[in-house]
């Protein structure tokens, strides 16, 4: 029987497992640029180009290897706009009544698909964990506010791969170095920069056509310099290998205005969209620990970030189903800030992070976890307002990964399910970790006062609002009992001073 082979945009893997069943002496490769997966949040123009350039590539690729592709552009005239209507108006261009398709990354086309005719899901195999499997070991062991169980399941993928073991042991005598990964911002010199990409004509092609169709869309489409094939992807990687993993530990989360991604492999969209393979990116890792070239604290705590963050939460996100993008434990109802899109704001953390984000499409680990996420902690802001801005403007934003990072990790909104305590935390920390308290019109030291950083007030604010959780939370009992001896004048002067903050806000 003749197939129509289903490739969405993020599975541009050659061992795809739609692909591996399929017979390319028979069956249609259907690949589609619809305006509905363009649009369903207003994406970055960067990310929408580097989707559709990297599967325009990837169509290359397919075509050299023999298959037949049947590839829709955005352009074209009869698009329907929608993966459904293409499939069908594919089956009947090509006289074919079976689609096979390896399952999707989101529960909203998951359950879309589920109900298509004809249309046989498998599953995808580009993870270390099988999600069904995650699911039987998560129930039961992982449960709201008992978070902090990922270091369990990273030990088991460390023994299921056999990355950095000694016999069954952790090599370096210790499963985790992130104690050593915590150093201050380094001076500048030295740094290295991710390996840039010039446009070729495919990709100016993208860009021209994604400038003309979504100018009103967030982010600057230039410079663009992603790599959008498969050999630039391992190009780019071997250069984070060569320049940036020795000290990818060290400076895991510091913050530079002027260094924006630091000793960062960014390397997550490629890793997403399927141009690199997680198993063999880690097994690079270790061999340049093996060979001497970069200390144990790096290479493990890149791989753990692989390995275990990065399998965790995508078993989380298919474990608790469609219901957890609703998720708020914390009952926070605050709308996003129109600063978290126009960077106009004097908090110069936050604008270095929005600025750094329109341009780039980009912004590492603890940018997004302890300035964007920590802000809208502390301020109370709406969960799901937020994971929509998170999966509209990061290159690398798919639901399976961004939304667990975004509800669990940083907004605490699943009740510590993913995370043992919520990553709130005021100004001291990003004037420890960062140089951006230098430019600011705020006092990070000031507590008090018209010079107070936000974060300091609003960090007080948010353990007085949850005190009673937070109380039971053997990692945040110690803050409640900290406010709780302050004096009642000096807890109502912060209160007033945070909540004219946030009346401001509105
Ligand atoms: C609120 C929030 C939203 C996020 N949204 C996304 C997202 O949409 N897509 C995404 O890929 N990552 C997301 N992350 C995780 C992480 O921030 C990015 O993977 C990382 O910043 C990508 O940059 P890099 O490639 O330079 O990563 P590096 O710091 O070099 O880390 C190496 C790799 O490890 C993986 N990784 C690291 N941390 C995580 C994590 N927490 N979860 C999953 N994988 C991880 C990534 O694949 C990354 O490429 C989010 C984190 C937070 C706090
Ligand atoms: S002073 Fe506060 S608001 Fe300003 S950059 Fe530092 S942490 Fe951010």
Known sequence: MKRIVLVLGDQLTPTLSSLRAADRA???????????????VRHHKKKIAL???????????????????????LDDPANTG????????????HAIGHVIVTEPGEWRLMQDMEQWPATTLLPDERFLADRHGFAEWAQGRLRPGGGGRMEHFYRLMRRKTGLLMEGDAPAGGQWNFDADNRAPPPGALGLPQPMQFAPDATTGEVLDMVQRRFPDHFGDISPFWFATDRA???AAFAHFLRHGLRDFGRYQDAMLIDHRFLCHSVVSAYLNLGLLDPLAMCQAAEAEWRAGRVPLNSAEGFIRQIIGWR??????????????????????????????????TPMACLRACVTQTREEAYAHHIQRLMITGNFALLAGIDPHELHEWYLAVYADAFEWVELPNTIGMSQFADGGLLASKPYAASGAYIGRMSDYCGACTYDVKAKEGAKACPFNLLYWHFIARHAERLRRNPRMAQMVRTWEKFAPEKQEQLKQDAEA??????
Do not use: K
Not at 59 to 70: K, P, Q, S, T
Not at 501 to 506: E, H, S, T
């Open 26 to 40: 028979r069956d249609v490769v259907l690949m589609a640029e619809v305006m509905g997966e363009a649009t369903y």
């Open 51 to 73: 989707v559709l350039a990297a599967m325009r590539h990837f169509v290359a690729e397919l075509r050299a290897d023999g298959w037949h592709v049947d590839y829709i552009t």
């Open 82 to 93: 929608s993966l459904r209507g293409e499939v069908m108006r594919a089956c009947a261009r």
């Open 232 to 234: 630039q992807a391992e």
């Open 311 to 344: 399998e965790f939460v995508r078993g989380i996100y298919w474990w608790r189903g469609p219901d957890y993008a609703r998720s708020n434990a914390l009952d926070a109802h605050r709308p996003l800030p129109g600063f978290y899109w126009s960077a106009d």
């Open 501 to 506: 903050f946030l009346a401001r806000l509105a």
